[in-house]
């Protein structure tokens, strides 16, 4: 069950996923906070999120090796 759930997680962006594995902290504690901070400042943290994920989404696009439009450079 636990590799289903960190499959979606890593599929689905995975920002909070990867934010907890840098700074050691538990994924589940992210995302309540997210959700706190989301519902105090009316949805404003989507935006970073969606940011983040963009970034995220890039990143591995770009170090992919048979994509990498670096290498041709």
């Known amino acids: 069950m636990n590799r289903l759930k960190n499959f979606i997680e890593w599929q689905a962006f995975g920002v909070c996923a990867a934010i907890g594995e840098?700074?050691?902290i538990a994924t589940s504690r992210i995302r309540m906070w997210f959700m706190y901070i989301s519902f105090l400042?009316?949805?404003s943290p989507l935006i970073i999120y969606m940011i983040i994920a963009f970034w995220m989404?890039?990143?591995?696009?770009?170090?992919?090796?048979?994509?990498n439009p670096l290498r041709y450079l």
């Open 41 to 43: 400042t009316l949805g």
């Open 57 to 67: 989404n890039m990143k591995r696009y770009i170090l992919s090796a048979r994509r």
């Open 22 to 24: 840098r700074l050691g």
